[in-house]
């Protein structure tokens, strides 16, 4: 095989259809774009998960007139409620957090922001903190003990809170993937369309191939690299496409919520470890949809 | 070189057969040619020695090859012995004479080194030396049907296939042809000629293969076109 015949029909073909080629990368781009934006919203719940799971906790928060009257739990009521989690073996530990602790908490939260001003301590509850022993009984358990109980203001199930978070990143997600489907089918007929164009704007080369007996694969591969190689670019824009979305938009975007721990940053290395994933599937799509348009629709 | 034995084709969308229980040997660099009216089979025949189409019934053979079993991948393989020219030259537009005849080296893997060497020598041979340069538009009917003639034989082919050569061609450039392809011939090359060319199958005097309607009609050694036609 001779790589610089392949390479000069290659790039013949590739600018003799010039507009085709760069309709053929961009939808490439897009499709693929938003397939790595997929593969990073699972990056991201998958990283998520673990950033709250070991701090999932069930808050019972406690009523106001405790919260600022036992500034400790040492009084019967918060004690008695205290007793009766420690007692159950779904519980694992659990932790008294004061008014001033939580006031303390919610500065640093919020450092910065005008909420941080507004808020006193006495607007805060205090809260009895429980470490589940065992997650998927443990919240209900707590629940049913706790709820309506003298002192107790209400039960929040942190999970509760994350989860609704899960569904969003799921949904954007699920989105991505529609769309990237839809636009993958687009790229798909466009390569299988261009193939034919390409095959049929060379018929007369080809046909001199077969006369003087070339291989199909030397009649072929023009055909599947050219493919390939708008697979490739395709896929080269769609992470320069991703960076960019990083650093102008979703940088910003996330930038508060990321500095407090409740969302992880899409890192550089997360692009860094979509790239590949989708210039093989750029790439390999292109060379399937070349083989089999040149199977199903061309003579060559 | 080329053996047919009761070879029929007949097309799908046709009620008579192109060819009719055809059989006939060409022995290696015989130079035969392949005459009758129009519609006679005579395209057909080339055509299904070079399995760019198989037969109905019968069998095929090109030097050891059986052309009829012959599986798909071994086709190159057979094109590569047999050389092809046609009326309408089939040179690619947008290459030099060269690079055309290059082209039909390249495309079968032969090293860079090979191509460099044989391309100038083919050309000096059909006699366009000086010429490699050249686009195909920039050249006549003949100097044309030359290049096609050069990319035909670069690669030394045993069977040269000639469907019509002089076709577009007026007299005098149809004699240099025909001098040509005599020269490729006397180098061993056995040569199949289809033509409606009286003067040129006079001329020659050379083996006359006549279809009509495709049956073989006559096959003379040193014939000619036809009396009273
Ligand atoms: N691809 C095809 N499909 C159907 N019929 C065909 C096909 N090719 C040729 N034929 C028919 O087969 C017969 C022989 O055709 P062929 O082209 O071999 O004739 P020919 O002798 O080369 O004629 P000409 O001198 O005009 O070139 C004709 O009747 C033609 O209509
Ligand atoms: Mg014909």
């Known amino acids: 095989m001779r790589a610089d015949f392949v390479t000069r029909e290659v790039l013949t073909g590739l600018r003799r259809n010039v507009t085709m080629t760069i309709a053929m990368v961009l939808t490439t781009a897009i499709s693929l774009g938003l397939v790595g934006t997929g593969l990073l919203a699972v990056r991201t719940i998958d990283r998520t998960e673990q950033l709250y799971s070991d701090r999932f906790e069930v808050q019972v928060t406690l009523t106001a007139d405790i919260s600022e009257t036992d500034l400790d739990c040492s009084q019967p009521i918060c004690t008695d409620l205290r007793n009766t989690l420690e007692r159950s073996p779904l519980v694992e530990s659990v932790r008294f957090q004061s008014q001033q602790e939580a006031y303390e908490h919610f500065q640093e939260l919020f450092a910065g922001q005008a909420l941080a001003d507004v808020a006193r301590p006495q607007s805060l509850p205090a809260t009895l903190r429980v470490r589940l022993a065992d997650q998927q009984a443990g919240a209900d358990a707590v629940r049913q003990a706790m709820d309506g109980q003298v002192g107790v203001r209400n039960v929040i199930d942190q999970r509760e809170v994350v989860s609704k978070l899960f569904d969003m990143i799921g949904n954007f997600r699920d989105v991505t993937f529609a769309l990237a489907v839809v636009q993958a089918i687009a790229a798909l007929l466009l390569i299988s369309n261009t193939v034919q164009v390409s095959a049929f704007t060379r018929r007369t080369e080809v046909g001199v191939m077969r006369l003087v007996g070339a291989t199909r694969w030397y009649t072929q591969l023009p055909f599947l690299i050219e493919a390939v190689v708008t697979g490739v670019v395709g896929a080269l824009i769609a992470v320069a496409g991703l960076l960019a979305g990083k650093y102008l938009f979703i940088d910003q975007l996330l930038s508060g919520i990321v500095a407090n721990g409740v969302v992880p940053p899409v890192e550089l290395a997360d692009i860094v470890w979509v790239a590949p994933i989708l210039v093989m599937i750029g790439g390999g799509i292109a060379a399937v949809t070349g083989y089999a348009t040149l199977r199903m629709y061309v003579r060559l | ?229």
Do not use: W
Not at chain 2, 4 to 26: F, H, Q
Not at chain 2, 106 to 114: C, F, L, Y
Not at chain 2, 185 to 208: E, F, K, Q
């Open chain 2, 1 to 229: 070189m080329i053996r047919l034995e009761r070879v029929t084709k007949l097309y799908k969308t046709s009620t008579r057969p192109a060819l009719d229980r055809v059989s006939m040997e060409v022995g290696k660099g015989e130079f035969v040619f392949l005459i009758g009216p129009s519609g006679s089979g005579k395209s057909t025949f080339l055509r299904l020695l070079l399995r760019e189409d198989v037969p109905t019934k019968g069998s095929i053979y090109v030097s050891d090859m059986n052309v009829t079993k012959l599986p798909r991948r071994r086709v190159p393989k057979l094109r590569q012995r047999i050389g092809c020219v046609f009326q309408d030259f089939r040179l690619l537009p947008s290459k030099t004479v060269g690079e055309n005849v290059a082209f039909a080296l390249e495309v079968i893997g032969k090293s860079r080194n090979t191509v460099s060497k044989v391309v100038p020598e083919v050309l000096d041979l059909v006699g366009l030396t000086g010429k490699a340069n050249r686009m195909p538009h920039e050249l006549s009917g003949g100097e044309q049907q030359r290049v096609a003639i050069a990319r035909a034989f670069v690669n030394r082919p045993q069977v040269l296939l000639a469907d019509e050569p002089t076709g577009n061609l007026d007299p005098d450039t149809s004699q240099d042809i025909m001098l040509l392809l005599e020269r490729i011939n006397r180098t061993g090359t056995t040569v199949l000629m289809a033509t409606h060319d009286h003067s040129i199958v006079d001329s020659m005097r050379r083996r006359v293969v006549e279809l009509d309607l495709g049956l073989v009609v006559r096959d003379d050694a040193r014939g000619v076109y036809g009396v009273g036609r």
